[in-house]
């Protein structure tokens, strides 16, 4: 059997605590949240069609809020108050890709994201470039599904100043530019949508749609990197690979659960003088993750591309996840046993390394192959418990 690198269960389990108590909602939303559109007559018409600058800040969050106060109707049987819409997740991550500077021209050609010009959205940042795949598409594939309640012709997001090519702007454009991604998050909403779905069912539906889009895009902003430190444009691809661990682990991405696990990213943009786990003005915990998620992305850099995984991998991150959530992290099995444990926190994680840790698998007679390209990308098979992923092994 393969065990799980002590460093994925860390990971994991930041990403899996919640707050016990009342929490005063306001203190925790994004930045500019309540300033933002929360709904599509805050934005301007012409010529009947709602006209959205998703390279401006609070216009870009207004699109996440629409879809939060949209589907807020349907994750009401889970909890009341919205807290378990899995659509935070995106909004909280893009509000912190905002207040850590990361939306800002890497280039510094300009003044956008700056002081002078702090609200724009530079089309030369990585993180905005594909925050932008995981705003758009999922917002237009909302309203082609009619769940937003307009028609798919009534709304249009402007593009960027330059490489308009490169992205699409209202639903017939994205259908025709990138038709699998819009059917993966449209098969979300009708999921979202259908009385009978468990919240496990919405959450598979979730993970599938966002690895996807993902794996689609990973290599399309390359040219992106040139603009940033080594250690920052290492962190995006470790960052990419990581989340493809947290997909599989099916983490929840509720409201209150990835507000905390965000204390763990760092707080701005990585220099050329930082070196994980050990820089100064970021917390212990900023350091940490910082640097498991380095382990992680050379682990499955090197990683050759026939090593097998059983199927428990990824039953094992699941354990992982409610382990951790109940606070059994040091005596779960789930990571493995070594005599080594890894300091994290109050307690200890333990845990022996496997072979390869490589999210980037292909199902092979049930089993799980490292490496090549498959025919699906569906992170989580229903009733496989198999990972199938299109990006290449190497390309981190």
Not at 163 to 190: A, T
Not at 236 to 263: C, D, L, M
Not at 324 to 347: I, N
Request: overall charge neutral; proline content about 6%.
């Amino acid at each position: 059997m393969a065990f799980l690198p002590s460093w994925v269960c860390l990971l994991v389990g930041s990403l899996s605590f919640s707050l016990a108590g009342d929490l005063n909602f306001s203190d925790l939303y994004p930045p500019l949240w309540k300033e933002s559109p929360g709904q599509f007559s805050d934005y301007p018409m012409e010529n009947g069609t709602y006209i959205i600058n998703p390279w401006i800040f609070p216009e870009r969050l207004g699109i996440y809020k629409i879809l939060l106060n949209q589907t807020a109707t349907y994750f009401e049987k889970f909890a009341s108050g919205n807290e378990q819409n899995l659509l935070w997740g995106l909004a909280l991550q893009h509000g912190w890709q905002y207040s850590s500077g990361r939306l800002a021209d890497p280039s510094q050609r300009t003044d956008c994201g700056y002081e002078s010009d702090h609200l724009c959205i530079s089309v030369d940042s990585w993180w905005a470039d594909f925050n932008y795949f995981l705003c758009a598409l999922p917002f237009l594939a909302a309203v082609d599904s009619g769940l937003l309640g307009i028609s798919s012709d009534q709304v249009r997001l402007r593009p960027p100043p330059v490489d308009q090519k490169r992205f699409c702007y209202d639903v017939s454009g994205c259908l025709l530019s990138f038709p699998e991604i819009m059917n993966k998050w449209s098969n979300f909403y009708k999921c979202v949508h259908s009385p009978s779905s468990t919240f496990e069912d919405i959450l598979e539906y979730l993970w599938d749609a966002h690895i996807f889009t993902l794996n689609n895009i990973f290599n399309t902003f390359d040219d992106r990197y040139v603009y940033y430190s080594k250690q920052e444009a290492k962190f995006e691809k470790n960052w990419v690979n990581a989340v493809e661990y947290i997909g599989a682990a099916r983490i929840p991405t509720t409201f209150i659960r990835v507000h905390e696990s965000q204390k763990g990213l760092p707080p701005r943009i990585l220099s050329k003088m930082d070196t994980a786990s050990g820089i100064s003005d970021f917390t212990a915990l900023q350091n940490t993750v910082l640097s498991g998620l380095s382990v992680l992305g050379t682990v499955s850099k090197l990683t050759g591309e026939v090593d097998i995984f059983e199927n428990k991998f990824i039953q094992s991150l699941r354990r992982t996840r409610w382990a951790v959530s109940w606070g059994l992290a040091a005596w779960s099995p789930v990571c493995g046993r070594s005599p080594a444990a890894q300091s994290w926190g109050p307690r200890a994680v333990t845990g022996g390394w496997a072979v390869s840790s490589r999210p980037v698998m292909r199902a092979v007679g049930g089993r799980l192959v490292a490496g090549g390209r498959a025919d699906s990308s569906r992170p989580v098979a229903r009733g496989s418990g198999q990972v199938v992923s299109r990006r290449r092994a190497g390309n981190l």
